[in-house]
């Protein structure tokens, strides 16, 4: 089993910046891919962001590209969601999403199904 904790989240005014981090700890491997989604209220969970094992390759949603960046430290199994120029919309629950599966360097899900460890998530609210 792998272990995912999430911190970070608050309050934040539109336009501020909010940096979230994730930890993952238990049965990892140097195959851990990470990434994060959000579900906003009254809506279905969404993908923001994803980060390949070797940290080589980043994916985005378009809606957060140019205003978030994924980065991570391998060696302490962290992975971080630097978020700029926030908008009321990007008010969320933000889950950080963790799977072992070995990949090529270069991969790393977009999808909710291809991560198997989750966290409880952290809240994120953007006040107009």
């Known amino acids: 089993q792998v272990q995912v904790v999430e911190s970070g989240g608050g309050l934040v005014q539109a336009g501020g910046s909010l940096r979230l981090s994730c930890a993952a700890s238990?049965?990892?491997?140097?195959?851990?891919?990470m990434g994060w989604f959000r579900q906003a209220p009254g809506k279905e969970r969404e993908f923001v962001a994803a980060i390949s094992w070797s940290g080589g390759s980043t994916y985005y949603a378009d809606s957060v590209k140019g205003r978030f960046t994924i980065s991570r430290d391998n060696a302490k199994n962290l992975v971080y969601l630097q978020m700029g120029s926030l908008k009321p919309e990007d008010t969320a629950v933000y889950y950080c999403?963790?799977?072992?599966?070995?990949?090529?360097?270069?991969?790393?899900?977009?999808?909710?199904?291809?991560?198997?460890?989750w966290g409880q998530g952290t809240q994120v609210t953007v006040s107009s």
């Open positions: 238990g049965r990892t491997s140097r195959w851990l891919t």
């Open positions: 999403a963790t799977e072992t599966t070995p990949r090529t360097p270069a991969w790393a899900g977009t999808t909710e199904r291809e991560y198997r460890y």
